[in-house]
């Protein structure tokens, strides 16, 4: 199955027709002569995506890293399951990425092995904002 019909089938059953219909989406087709003179050029950059629907969310991130206009792997992993419920995808510093990804990891397993119940997302998102409160250099 190709790429396109993939992504055609994800946004018919999860996306109403009239969003399907937005430039959004049609930001997303294959760059063809017709539409290039109206996007934008981008040297580069990851994509995450996140669907919320009635039986959950759908996350989905390309595989390919780059350093600079080099690219270093085919196949990294941006999205990853820090809980039973939980799953965190990230971009950009590889080092914070992976330090909150541990962090979670650790939180809602210490949880789990000492009160039988998996840590709320509410209290999960309260942890990932005070460690961004408390130690941004910006």
């Known amino acids: 199955m190709e790429r ?3 992504l055609d089938r994800i946004t018919r059953s999860l996306l109403s027709e009239d969003f399907r219909k937005s430039r959004t989406l ?3 087709a294959p760059r063809t002569e017709a539409n290039s003179q109206n996007l934008k050029s981008v040297q580069s ?3 995450i995506l996140a669907f ?3 039986g959950g969310v759908f996350m ?3 595989r390919r890293t780059l350093s600079g206009y080099e690219i270093v792997s085919q196949n990294t992993i941006k999205i990853h399951q820090v809980g039973p419920y939980t799953a965190v995808g990230f971009a950009g510093l590889v ?3 992976q330090d909150m990804v541990d962090y979670l990891e650790v939180i809602n397993g210490g949880f789990l092995r000492n009160f039988q119940i998996p840590l709320t997302i509410r209290a999960q998102a309260q942890n990932v904002a005070s460690i961004c409160r408390n130690h941004s250099i910006y």
């Open 4 to 6: 396109e019909e993939i």
């Open 26 to 28: 049609n930001s997303l």
């Open 45 to 47: 950059g990851t994509t």
């Open 52 to 54: 919320k629907f009635d």
């Open 60 to 62: 989905a991130a390309d």
């Open 95 to 97: 080092s914070d990425g």
